[in-house]
């Protein structure tokens, strides 16, 4: 399996009925158009001692929705400009439950894979019995446990793709990481929570792979 990364360099994720109350408190279930007692219930049915992430669906609250969401030393986070087609970057290659919720089990920020490119990086989660997180479950995450994101210590969600018209894959690929406030982000951004994207094929040492051990829904 892969090396520990962010499930030892931070606190555990709060339990699936706290996730719950910061959910409905930031008003993901008025997104997502999901009752605030159905998460709460939802919540209840994860197994006790487990480390999971509860996530809505990317059909019931996509990412351009959750990016705001995001807080870091007092700035809300943002999607780049040159992403207006962030929300068709769907899961790809990754089974995730066709259920209004679910939950990611074992959620790993993947640092030993800095420096290596999406197109490394995949098999390599593969071989080690991993997926990739898609996007909205990178950012599922960081809304539940803003430390996993760092300077120099941020991640790809690979999981996540967008397939042309032609049926080629775009070699655009998406990572959460935090603004230096410069070009088109701005100086008050700086600090900010990040959705912007990489190519498939470059490296980048300070952001590493972001995966699951599994998901499960109901």
């Known amino acids: 399996m892969p090396d520990a990364s962010a499930a030892d360099s931070v606190h555990p994720l709060p339990s699936p009925a706290a996730q719950a109350e910061r959910l409905i408190e930031l008003g993901v279930h008025?997104?997502?158009?999901?009752?605030?007692?159905?998460?709460?219930?939802f919540a209840g049915t994860a197994d006790r001692g487990r480390d999971v992430l509860?996530?809505?669906?990317?059909?019931?609250?996509?990412?351009?929705?959750?990016?705001p969401l995001l807080l870091r030393d007092?700035?809300?986070?943002?999607?780049?400009?040159?992403?207006?087609?962030?929300?068709?970057?769907?899961?790809?290659?990754?089974?995730?439950p066709d259920a209004p919720l679910y939950f990611v089990a074992g959620p790993d920020r993947g640092d030993h894979l800095a420096n290596w490119s999406p197109e490394e990086a995949l098999?390599?989660?593969t071989k080690d019995g991993c997926t990739p997180l898609v996007l909205t479950e990178g950012i599922h995450w960081v809304l539940q446990q803003p430390a996993v994101l760092e300077r120099n210590l941020c991640f790809m969600t690979i999981g996540s793709r967008l397939r042309k018209a032609n049926g080629a894959l775009d070699a655009r690929t998406p990572a959460?990481?935090?603004?230096?406030?410069?070009?088109?982000?701005?100086?008050?951004?700086?600090?900010?929570?990040?959705?912007?994207?990489c190519w498939w094929g470059n490296r980048h040492t300070w952001l590493g792979f972001a995966s699951a051990a599994g998901r499960e829904g109901q």
Request: no cysteine; hydrophobic share 45%.
């Open 74 to 96: 007092g700035k809300p986070g943002f999607v780049v400009v040159d992403m207006p087609d962030v929300d068709r970057f769907a899961p790809t290659a990754v089974e995730i």
């Open 30 to 41: 008025e997104i997502a158009g999901i009752p605030a007692e159905d998460i709460r219930a």
């Open 123 to 125: 098999p390599a989660l």
């Open 176 to 197: 959460i990481w935090i603004s230096n406030g410069t070009g088109r982000d701005g100086r008050e951004r700086r600090n900010a929570p990040k959705v912007g994207w």
């Open 54 to 67: 509860l996530a809505v669906h990317p059909d019931r609250a996509p990412a351009s929705a959750l990016a």
